[in-house]
């Protein structure tokens, strides 16, 4: 049976591999390329190809106070309809961010010149963000346009652009709170303020968030082992992660309210992420690590050593995908483009899916003996041609020690497959032996016989009621064969032996007062000698 699933899982993991590693090429089938369309492909000399390219080029405009330049990433139609200057309406809109403004990471913004077509919006408008202002709600939009010598551009769109406050006042930022900055602050002194600002908030955030979640520890611990009545399982090493994960949950809400701009929390957004993912990795690890030594104590507790190998297997399997999933989104968030990266991770998940099918065969194997549970460490068991006690149940084999004494080690998908007898799991033992009585008793004593055997045997002090019979077996010439069938409860092979013996000679000390003879094995020869004699007979001998 392990080895079927691992046939399966080894051609399942091949199949996935495969779609991973071939999605761009299949998305090139059904977009317009430069294959069907053989001239140049022209490229914005803004770098508004995709939906995160402008936002992040519009970014980099506001944080350099280049309204001028940010003006290219908004809708140029309503630009050139409303009769209001551009530099206004980016000011506008930059207050009306900073205000309440609130821009998609960057891996959510799609990264595709024909944006993102799963979102249930029209194919040339992607969501990139919202707006919270007061009581309005507002869809941060970018429009697709394409122009007449087929350049694709995304800018803000005309929706957003028109749906904005029509008055918006200048909120304060963290530095001015702070008293560190003003309006006439050089632009880039100012950003370097917000960011010191920025950074003496995150540090005050943390510690009180992790005194915080100290005490609610300290409280917990204490309410539950006075409740309880038990230890309290979860490890003082997780509070620093927590403590981690609750900043990077509440920061977002923190620095719109304190006034920090939105492009410092766009760039501070980014190691916010990484350091959000990397603190919920290290929780995870943390907990995996805590419910696996829980579970590996259990097992032992139980007298199930053989789980404690598949267990450690498992948080280390559980563990790397933890790490992995981690580093990918990390260096996502980085901004790495991990297309190729994956893909040779596929072509060499190809290379070890069809190298490590055993592998995968007997790790399924183990999976399998364990959570079947044929047998434990300590029985007797007897497999195939071998019989003997486990010894061991390993994440590839399991031994077994036969009786004489030699160590036999079975791959477990070649062991999860075969037809196990588990002699320790049996809960009473077979007694059954036969009496072989002369032919010349009478029957009517054999009749006694038998009658009064099959009442000594119900009542006596080693059997129990499960089965108990005196019958004639057979008829043979020179005797008659009677079976006795009954169960003895014993602890073990060799309690059920002493007491086998003890019901035996007891039985045969009780067959003395009947006129009986037991029958023995015999053998007769017959002689047969020839007397007749055989005379020869004379010939004559032709004359020549």
Request: net charge neutral.
């Amino acid at each position: 049976m392990a080895k079927k699933i691992g046939m399966v899982l080894s051609g399942v993991v091949m199949v996935l591999l495969m779609i991973i590693t071939t999605p761009s090429h299949a998305t090139a089938k059904l977009l317009p390329t430069s294959q069907e369309n053989p001239t140049k492909t022209m490229v914005d000399s803004f770098g508004r190809e995709t939906p995160r390219g402008a936002v992040q080029g519009l970014l980099r405009a506001i944080a350099a106070e280049d309204y001028e330049l940010a003006a290219n990433y908004l809708d140029g139609r309503y630009l050139a309809k409303t009769q209001t200057p551009n530099r206004e309406i980016v000011e506008h809109l930059v207050v009306a961010l900073d205000a309440g403004g609130k821009l998609y990471p960057d891996l959510q913004i799609s990264h595709a010149s024909e944006g993102d077509l799963s979102d249930n919006l029209p194919s040339d408008i992607d969501k990139v963000g919202e707006l919270h202002l007061m009581n309005e709600h507002i869809d941060i939009l970018l429009n697709r346009r394409v122009t007449d010598d087929d350049m694709v551009f995304w800018q803000v769109s005309s929706q957003t652009l028109s749906s904005l406050p029509k008055m918006t006042t200048h909120a304060q930022t963290l530095s001015e709170r702070l008293g560190l900055s003003d309006d006439t602050t050089h632009a880039q002194t100012k950003y370097w303020l917000e960011l010191s600002a920025l950074v003496l908030l995150v540090t005050v955030l943390y510690l009180a968030i992790n005194l915080a979640v100290w005490i609610l520890y300290w409280v917990s611990k204490g309410l539950y082992t006075t409740l309880t009545k038990k230890p309290f399982r979860i490890m003082p090493s997780v509070i620093m992660p927590l403590s981690l994960v609750v900043l990077s949950l509440i920061l977002p809400i923190i620095m719109i309210s304190v006034g920090v701009p939105l492009t410092l929390r766009s760039s501070f957004g980014r190691i916010k992420d990484i350091v959000a993912w990397g603190a919920t990795a290290w929780l995870m690890l943390r907990l995996l690590d805590g419910i696996f030594r829980r579970a590996e104590a259990n097992s032992l507790k139980r007298g199930r050593p053989e789980q404690v190998s598949i267990l450690n297997l498992l948080r280390k399997v559980a563990k790397a995908l933890m790490i992995i999933l981690a580093v990918i989104l990390i260096f996502g968030n980085l901004g790495f483009d991990l297309t190729t990266g994956i893909a040779a991770l596929g072509v060499g998940g190809l290379a070890l899916a069809f190298g490590a099918q055993k592998t995968l065969e007997n790790l399924i194997g183990s999976v399998v003996v364990v959570a079947d549970r044929p047998v434990y460490v300590g029985d007797y068991c007897k497999f195939g041609t071998y019989e003997g006690t486990v010894i061991d149940i390993g994440i590839r084999s399991t031994r077994i020690r036969t009786l004489n004494r030699t160590i036999v080690t079975v791959p477990n998908g070649e062991f999860s497959s075969l037809q196990i007898e588990n002699f320790t799991a049996r809960d009473m033992f077979y007694f059954l032996h036969d009496l072989f009585i002369k032919r010349t008793a009478d029957l009517a004593e054999i009749e006694r016989m038998i009658t009064n055997l099959q009442e000594f045997l119900a009542t006596h002090r080693l059997t129990n009621h499960e089965w108990n019979q005196v019958w004639i077996k057979q008829l043979r010439q020179e005797c008659y064969v009677i079976e006795m069938r009954a169960y003895i409860d014993a602890d073990g092979a060799q309690d059920f032996y002493a007491k086998q013996s003890v019901l035996i000679l007891e039985i045969l000390k009780f067959l003395e007062s009947y006129h009986i003879e037991h029958a023995l094995p015999s053998q007769s020869i017959t002689v047969h000698q020839n007397h007749d004699q055989t005379t020869p007979k004379h010939e004559k001998t032709p004359k020549t």
